[in-house]
């Protein structure tokens, strides 16, 4: 569950990943979540998280744990990496374009302490996948239209219903604008339905900072505290932390450049074997690239 959450907030990430629209006289930018037309560009993520387990309450699963090789307190420094390639088509007459998600590539791994990367099996991979769906002409996305393909029948119903909702609430997210002697705030939630089992709920209080514009080039810095957690059944999740990043846009072809984040999140799970204390220190990096051939 702990990493299932992680992965939920990385797709967010890539499904809104904004455009950025630049007025040159006024030295300002306004990021606009909603997704544009005719773009073709590929974005990939890093995510370096060095995680801490301790046990909190014990209700029988630290022997259980032990009878698979596990014991508390543990460490694990997990790396993911993934490429996505967002295409949307040209404006039909009325407004409306399609969005197109395609999953490139993905692997995980657990990084020892010399350094060494160790692949893991990654259920999560949605390698040879696509999520396609309807945008409208003000950029929100009919959720209705949403088809998946390329996964297996299981994978796809698990999925569906995140990707549903992601879509439906992506359209609430309000532009941000911000200049070089004003800065800017935003809050974002969201639910995300998790496996069948629960939901999620996300806030994140976002505080940008234009720092300056060269060569059509925007510097953003950004710092941000995030809260999620979900109902007491079956599993309870609370977590709290923050983080600071930076941001770099292309004003002229309104496109992320790349973005570097690092935060500490701390989380607490409650299952019927006990309570866990889960800290995580985690680094990320999306860079994008335009896409070339079909």
């Known amino acids: 569950m702990r990493f299932g959450t992680w992965r939920i907030c990385g797709w967010w990430a890539l499904l809104i990943a904004p455009q950025v629209l630049w ?24 995510t370096d998280a060095m995680m801490s387990f301790t046990v909190v309450e014990d209700r029988g699963i630290v022997a259980k744990s032990a009878e698979r090789g596990v014991r508390f307190p543990a460490q694990a420094n997990l790396v993911n990496r993934q490429s996505v390639r967002h295409t949307t088509s040209a404006a039909a007459p009325d407004g409306s374009f399609t969005v197109d998600l395609a999953f490139l590539s993905k692997s995980a791994a657990v990084r020892d302490a010399d350094g060494q990367e160790h692949v893991m099996a990654d259920e999560s991979s949605l390698v040879g996948s696509r999520v396609q769906a309807k945008a409208m002409a003000n950029g929100h996305i009919d959720a209705q239209t949403m088809q998946i393909t390329g996964a297996p029948e299981e994978k796809t119903a698990l ?107 701390d989380m607490e799970l409650e299952m019927p074997e006990g309570v866990i204390k889960v800290q995580v220190m985690n680094q990320q990096k999306q860079v994008a690239r335009l896409a070339e051939g079909p």
């Open 159 to 265: 999925i569906r219903p995140v990707f549903q909702a992601m879509l439906e609430q992506m359209g609430a997210l309000e532009n941000v604008s911000l200049s070089t002697d004003q800065g800017a705030s935003q809050r974002v939630e969201l639910t995300l339905p998790i496996g069948g089992i629960t939901s999620v709920a996300i806030g994140m209080d976002i505080n940008y900072k234009l720092v300056d514009i060269k060569e059509d080039i925007a510097e953003i810095d950004m710092v941000y505290v995030m809260d999620f957690g979900t109902p007491d059944k079956p599993m309870r999740i609370k977590a709290h932390g923050s983080g600071a990043g930076a941001m770099r846009y292309d004003t002229q072809r309104q496109l992320i450049l790349s973005t570097t984040d690092h935060s500490l999140m």
């Open 23 to 46: 007025a040159q006289a006024a030295q300002q930018v306004q990021i606009a979540y909603r997704v544009q037309p005719g773009i073709d560009w590929i974005s990939d993520l890093t």
